[in-house]
């Protein structure tokens, strides 16, 4: 089955550590997006990317980092420079740019305490 | 800037009832792409439907209909005779000349029985 697979779905790091957070694709999509969807409010775009080894930063970038070395991979990762990095990650894909309808994951939940 | 306004935070409705979210939209682009999508309690986000800024004709699909004005930049999403199963948080977004997408808020939709 085609589709997004994000791991894990739930995770929890101690204040200070780095943690990635792995998507992978398998539907031959060009394009990738993180978002970050805190509580009662919509998706923020962190980082995107239309092709390999290239990447934008989006509306919320400081703090996170990703690489795009793979069409099927784009992993994103927490920095302990984010503030407030608790929350809900989602990473979707889409067949070019933004233009066209975005394929979402489950999603992870992150906990830094 | 693009910007996406559901006014509605939350609406609860008995099933059967008919339901519209309403959603407004900024652009300065002549050229852009309009988009809803269902977050069940999963979390994640199932593609509705997209549509072009040069189409305005209304489209129903089952018991969803959707209805594009230009002239008041509004793209609303009707559920007629809902079920609990559309229980689930409703985003409408935007994708520009940017070719990023540009949420709004979300309405939460509850729908009792």
């Known amino acids: 089955d085609g589709g997004i697979t994000q791991s894990p779905k739930y995770l929890f790091r101690k204040e200070g550590q780095n943690v990635t957070l792995s998507c992978e694709q398998n539907?031959?999509?060009?394009?990738m997006y993180w978002y970050r969807q805190d509580p009662g409010q919509g998706l923020r775009l962190i980082y995107y990317s239309q092709i390999v080894n290239d990447f934008q930063k989006g509306d919320i970038a400081e703090g996170y980092s990703v690489s795009r070395e793979k069409k099927e991979s784009f992993p994103l990762t927490v920095t302990s420079a984010q503030k407030n990095p608790t929350a809900f990650y989602l990473c979707?894909?889409?067949?070019?740019?933004?233009?066209?309808?975005?394929?979402f994951g489950p999603g992870t939940r992150l906990t830094v305490t | 800037a693009q910007k996406v306004t559901q006014a509605q935070t939350e609406i609860s409705v008995v099933e059967k009832e008919d339901v519209t979210l309403d959603c407004v939209y900024e652009?300065?682009?002549?050229?852009?792409?309009l988009f809803w999508y269902k977050q069940p309690p999963s979390g994640e986000l199932v593609f509705l439907i997209r549509?072009?800024?040069?189409?305005?004709q209304n489209e129903i699909s089952g018991r969803y209909s959707w209805n594009f004005q230009k002239s008041t930049s509004s793209f609303n999403f009707t559920i007629t005779a809902s079920q609990v199963v559309d229980s689930a948080v409703y985003f409408c977004?935007?994708?520009?000349?940017?070719?990023?997408?540009?949420f709004g808020a979300g309405t939460i939709l509850r729908v009792k029985s």
């Open positions: 539907l031959n999509h060009d394009a």
């Open positions: 979707a894909s889409s067949p070019r740019d933004g233009s066209y309808e975005q394929y």
């Open positions: 977004a935007l994708s520009g000349r940017g070719n990023k997408l540009v």
């Open positions: 652009t300065r682009d002549t050229t852009y792409y």
């Open positions: 549509r072009n800024s040069f189409d305005e």
